[in-house]
């Protein structure tokens, strides 16, 4: 059998890529709440038409929240992969997980409220 081209392996890449992106907005309730918000600012953005650097940090803001909470889902799915049944180190790596997502999601409400209050008021 032939060796695919660097080429035909891109494509295929961006194609599970696309999968895992569309699997995960599609089965988890915290990135749908996510992109809703993300869609929400988004919309705002235009509304009060914020300036390019404004744009740049909101989104890079949308990508660490949504590519953050992506990895805690992930996390999540291989630790109850490897142990089932509730284990305190499995909850440890767990609750790490979600700190994480809490962080960037702190961080990334600041960035908001620092574009959006002063356009607002």
Avoid: C, H
Wanted: glycine fraction near 6%.
């Amino acid at each position: 059998m032939p060796k695919e081209s660097f080429f035909v392996n891109r494509i295929k890449s961006v194609g599970y890529a696309l999968r895992g992106a569309l699997l995960l907005i599609r089965t988890e309730a915290s990135i749908k709440i996510q992109v809703f918000i993300a869609l929400v600012v988004t919309a705002a953005g235009f509304y009060y038409e914020i300036s390019a650097t404004e744009w740049i940090l909101q989104i890079f803001a949308i990508a660490l929240v949504i590519g953050i909470e992506a990895m805690n889902t992930v996390a999540e799915k291989i630790a109850d992969y490897i142990q089932p049944e509730f284990d305190k180190k499995i909850g440890f790596i767990k609750d790490i997980s979600a700190g994480a997502v809490m962080l960037v999601s702190i961080a990334a409400a600041i960035i908001g409220f620092i574009i959006y209050i002063p356009k607002i008021f």
